[in-house]
Each structure stands twice: as C-alpha cells, then as structure tokens.
C-alpha cells in the first residue's frame, strides 16, 4: 500500500472524511462524506499513471 502520511489535503470540506487517493502517484483525486476516515484507491487522469496501469495489465496478460 502507500504511504499517506504527508499528503496534504487541501479542499476538504467540513465532514468529507473520505478520500479518493491516486494508487500511482498518491494526488489526493477528490474527497467524499463518509462516516468515519475512509481511503479508496483509483487513477487520477495524468497520462503517466494511465500508462502505468496499461503497462502492468499488459505483463499480466504475457
């Protein structure tokens, strides 16, 4: 998993307590209310982590 620690989150609102975190680079992607701390893992839009993610679905397919 990655480390979180020093993301800064700057645009959280009041109760946004979810974070959707790029699992490539780590940018903060949006947050979200939730009940209680939450962390969930997508790909923000960079072209570098799109690729990253193709390149590794084409070694598992080899």
């Known amino acids: 998993m990655s480390n979180t620690n020093n993301?800064?989150?700057e645009a959280v609102h009041q109760h946004?307590?979810?974070v959707i975190l790029c699992k490539?680079?780590?940018e903060v992607i949006a947050t979200?209310?939730?009940n209680g701390v939450k962390k969930?893992?997508?790909l923000c839009d960079?072209?570098?982590c799109r690729s990253n993610e193709q390149d590794g679905?084409?070694?598992m397919m080899h």
């Open 16 to 18: 946004d307590l979810g």
């Open 7 to 9: 993301i800064k989150l």
């Open 40 to 42: 969930f893992y997508s």
């Open 32 to 34: 979200l209310p939730t």
């Open 46 to 48: 960079k072209v570098v």
């Open 24 to 26: 490539s680079c780590n």
């Open 57 to 59: 679905k084409q070694m």
